[in-house]
């Protein structure tokens, strides 16, 4: 079977708002969702949970964690709580012709065992990379900081999502200095329900646009 084409997920900090995009590209693409390393699952349904039931994915377009972790920490941090080791060479993508969004867990420099951070499995999946950012003050720094740092492993940049209210000057000054496209711009939305999320999926651009 033909390895899968898709995106890897990442960001340029916790809490940027990946999960969201993630559903949000599932939906617009009609694609797969894969979460391979999971933390903080200690009550709390998780991530792959809550974009399956906010996408409305059918179960076999979800592909469960590799690593799922009960603490809310950093995966290593996680990990080493539970005795275990994450090992980059357990991790392969799902056996699936689905187009496939992989999310990763927090930025992509966290790291994942001693030797290891979570650009490494980036690169090790293969897949071109979409950067999370926020819109607000800081966020040209940090994502110009995640972008150098994606291209110095030499992971394609399928290109960057905005989260937050519209900011025109971080656009430009992302795009101008990070030489990388700016998919979209996602507002936060409340209350974050099915219908509010299908809105927000059509700012995505076609697939054939971001992957020719």
Known sequence: MAEPRGVFVTGTDTNVGKTVVAACLAVAWNAGYWKPIQTGLAGDPGDTAMLTALAGLPAERVFGPVYALQAPLSPHAAAAAERVTIDLDAIARPPTRQFLIVEGAGGILVPLNPSALMID??????????????????????????????????????????????????????????????????????PLDA??????????????????
């Open 121 to 190: 499995l980036i690169r090790k999946l293969g897949l071109p990379a979409i950067l999370v950012a926020p819109s607000t003050l800081g966020t040209i720094n940090h994502t110009l900081l995640s972008l150098d740092a994606l291209r110095a492993r030499q992971v394609p940049i399928a290109g960057v999502v905005m989260n937050g209210p519209p900011d025109a000057g971080n656009r430009r000054a992302i795009e101008q200095f990070g030489g990388a496209r700016v998919l979209a711009e996602l507002p936060r939305v409340e």
């Open 195 to 212: 219908s509010a999320l299908r809105g927000l999926a059509a700012r995505i651009p076609p697939l054939d646009q971001v992957l020719p």
